[in-house]
């Protein structure tokens, strides 16, 4: 197997032949490293950093965002506790003015249940008041017209029936009567 | 003084001169009315209806109106004027009255006072206490 004439002359320590035999030039090597380094600096500075810059702002926005959205995720659970806490709390709120509405309607229908029944009470009262007070008006006016018959029919039964020796006589008697009792 | 009472004043003047002791004479009230005839006074009219009220009221206290059914006879009569005048006090003259809604008996008024004792007024108190 052949030896290759680089390997060959590396080994041998002649250095600058080896340089030179690949084809390299101290001048042309510095020149072409600063060359680098210049744009190298020139792409660091002008390319590279405002990149990395934008890339920078944008991660932080990224960032800002993702903690917005966090909050605005722990602030909307703790809306949404507060909201079953506020209609937790307006639901028992409510249950509790249907309990008292429907006490107080018990209260109203038991009240006026009472009135009812007193006032139903007071209208018969005064109903049988009114027909006992009938009844005697009745019985009354009824008697009183007996009485009006019976006087009626007894003066003309007299009138009739009286005959002139009986008047004759009973008025000499009251006559008699008016004289004595004056006496 | 009102008009009226001069008037009642002077009409019981009047009467004082119709009257013959307690009684009113005719005699005298024809005197008084020939009198007021010849010399009219003021308000006539009005002395002379106040001075029949009051002769009307005085002979009425002396008259007794009696009312009845059936005959009535003039002792019965008299015996009543008798009894009224010595009961009033004073002379009470009868006018008998045939009435024949008494039904029976009699009644007797004097000025405000009435003696009945009829049939009528027995049923008509009958049908009071009934009522």
């Not at chain 1, 030179?20 to 660091?44: D, K, M, N, R």
């Not at chain 1, 009844?135 to 009286?162: F, G, H, Q, Y």
């Not at chain 2, 009699?106 to 009522?131: E, K, N």
Request: a negative charge; one cysteine or more.
């Amino acid at each position: 197997m052949a030896i290759h004439p680089v390997i060959f002359a590396a080994a041998a320590g002649d250095e600058g032949n080896l340089l030179g035999q690949f084809g390299v030039e101290w001048p042309f090597l510095i020149s072409q490293i600063i060359s680098f380094c210049v744009v190298a600096f020139v792409l660091y500075r002008f390319a590279f950093k405002p990149v990395l810059s934008t890339i920078d702002e944008r991660q932080t926005k990224i960032a800002d965002g993702l903690k917005y959205a966090e909050d605005m995720k722990a602030k909307l659970e703790d809306a949404e506790s507060q909201h079953k806490e506020i209609v937790q709390k307006a639901s028992q709120e409510a249950q509790q003015i249907v309990n008292d509405a429907r006490a107080v309607a018990e209260d109203k229908i038991s009240q006026a249940s009472q009135d009812a029944v007193s006032r139903a009470a007071e209208i018969i009262s005064k109903a049988e008041q009114q027909i006992e007070l009938d009844r005697k008006n009745m019985l009354d006016e009824a008697r009183s017209e007996i009485a009006r018959l019976v006087v009626a029919t007894t003066s003309k039964v007299l009138s009739k029936e009286l005959s002139e020796e009986d008047r004759n006589r009973f008025t000499e008697s009251a006559s008699s009567n008016l004289v004595d009792s004056s006496n | 003084m009102t008009q009226d009472k001069q008037i009642k004043d002077f009409a019981k003047q009047l009467l004082k001169m119709s009257q013959d002791g307690s009684d009113v004479s005719a005699e005298r009230v024809d005197g008084v009315l020939k009198a007021l005839d010849k010399n009219p006074p003021r308000h006539h009219i009005a002395l002379l209806k106040a001075y029949l009220k009051l002769v009307q009221r005085e002979v009425a206290k002396s008259t007794a109106v009696v009312s009845h059914a059936g005959a009535l006879s003039s002792d019965a009569t008299e015996a009543i004027a008798a009894e009224l005048s010595a009961k009033y006090g004073r002379a009470i003259s009868t006018v008998t009255r045939e009435d024949s809604s008494l039904i029976a008996g009699l009644r007797v008024v004097v000025d405000c006072d009435v003696y009945d004792s009829s049939v009528s007024s027995a049923l008509t108190s009958l049908q009071a206490s009934l009522s």
